[in-house]
């Protein structure tokens, strides 16, 4: 009897316990929706946190598809496509609106693996079967950047050969933003190195110079001022940064008059971007202004760093709450977008008076109306420091709205001694 009346005690509670489990267990679809937004709103990090944390709830199809969505932005392309293919197994199971959204991470993924005629053919692949779904906007960035990948569809993946350990000194220009040499066709000449930058870019009377090859491409960019400038495309076969080289690098090609700034005399030549940068896995710069470049990166556990598609993003924290920033080593400044002012309206308006500004970039200048905010102290990772003079948007830029709360720039990062900047492993250390 003992025996018994424990045994049905032991039932009693396990029967209590998995009573109280299925009354707090989330739903699938509550599950899905809070991801789904976090998703939409682009707040990578908070969405990968939730889904660790719930991905066990998720029926199978779900939890490839929200999987995929964390490696591609954590720099994970092979993975997040390899997750796409087990997850198109089910395709018949799938509504046409999660079929777009699926086939455009595809499409990020193999722009960032450089699979240029592959990503052409998933471009024409969306426009055929799912323009129904897609803003206005959308399709025509779809049908803008489907030029740059036909453009490229015979173009060699971008290789880099590291051969050993490297230094790459850096200076900065007469704007404040850090130059590096490069050299190719037995010319050695100066570039701005920017995270920032989606491509990197080249002035069009430099293309000759340097013997690159010169696609015509009939597509355009959008300028930080949001003004749109016609581009082509340049192919340099070997350039060589150091001793690093790196072949078949894509430029985007600007009219020198879109790449200038005669108002205050400045010429650059062209940038390097971040698809040069982040193939090299791993650069640490410090206040000497040096780059060193592993043969071998190291392992990384921050994981404050993503991607927007080629653009970089970084965590930072304020005030207790977890922001996402673009990051953007070509920027002298920090700046704040309108997305800030939405969530810290009250506190903006009750300390700060409405001004004008005025920026410039590649494609001009422009005024816009916002706030100069006199400090700010954000985190990341194990660091801290406070920024002054921070220009604070409350329109939007492009006439987009953006998702995210600024642009983090060089103010921040010159108060370290070193800055890390991990892409194998989605991390960014300041020391």
């Excluded at 999660?98 to 990020?108: A, C, E, F, G, V």
Aim: hydrophobic share 35%; net charge positive; charged share 25%.
């Amino acid at each position: 009897m003992k025996n018994l009346k424990n045994i049905l005690t032991v039932s009693i509670i396990i029967i209590f316990i998995n009573c109280n489990t299925t009354v707090d267990k989330k739903s699938n679809s509550e599950i899905y929706n809070v991801l789904n937004s976090l998703t939409e709103n682009k707040s990578y990090f908070k969405l990968r946190k939730y889904f660790e944390a719930n991905k066990d709830s998720l029926s199978k199809t779900d939890k490839l598809y929200f999987q995929s969505i964390i490696y591609k932005v954590f720099n994970k392309p092979k993975l997040s496509n390899n997750t796409i293919e087990k997850l198109l197994k089910y395709k018949t199971q799938l509504n046409d609106t999660l079929l777009n959204k699926i086939y455009n991470s595809k499409l990020s993924n193999n722009i960032n693996l450089f699979e240029y005629k592959i990503a052409a053919e998933t471009s024409k692949y969306i426009q055929q079967n799912f323009i129904h779904l897609t803003d206005s906007s959308d399709v025509e960035m779809l049908k803008n950047e489907l030029n740059i990948w036909n453009a490229l569809s015979n173009t060699p993946k971008q290789e880099v050969i590291k051969s050993k350990d490297e230094n790459i000194i850096m200076k900065k220009d007469k704007v404040g933003l850090f130059n590096i040499d490069i050299s190719t066709n037995n010319t050695k000449l100066n570039f701005i190195f920017d995270t920032g930058a989606n491509f990197s870019v080249i002035k069009k009377s430099m293309v000759e110079k340097l013997n690159f090859q010169y696609i015509k491409a009939n597509f355009y960019a959008t300028a930080a001022t949001g003004k749109k400038v016609n581009c082509d495309i340049a192919i340099a076969k070997k350039i060589v940064i150091g001793n690093i080289t790196l072949k078949n690098v894509v430029f985007l090609v600007l009219e020198d008059k879109d790449f200038s700034f005669p108002q205050i005399n400045y010429f650059p030549n062209g940038a390097i971007g971040f698809p040069v940068i982040e193939a090299l896995d791993e650069i640490r710069i410090n206040k000497k202004n040096e780059i060193f470049v592993p043969q071998k990166p190291i392992a990384y556990t921050s994981n404050n760093f993503a991607l927007n598609e080629l653009m970089p993003i970084i965590a930072c924290e304020y005030k207790g709450d977890l922001l996402r920033f673009n990051f953007d080593t070509g920027a002298s400044r920090t700046s704040l977008y309108p997305l800030f002012y939405e969530e810290y309206n009250s506190y903006i308006k009750q300390n700060y008076t409405q001004t004008e500004f005025t920026t410039a970039s590649a494609g001009g200048k422009k005024t816009f109306k916002g706030y100069k905010i006199d400090s700010l102290h954000l985190k990341v990772a194990n660091s801290s420091a406070t920024i002054k003079n921070i220009i604070l948007h409350i329109d939007n830029i492009g006439g987009k709205k953006s998702n995210f709360h600024g642009n983090f720039g060089q103010d921040y990062i010159k108060q370290f001694d070193q800055m890390i900047l991990s892409f194998k492993h989605a991390s960014v250390i300041f020391k």
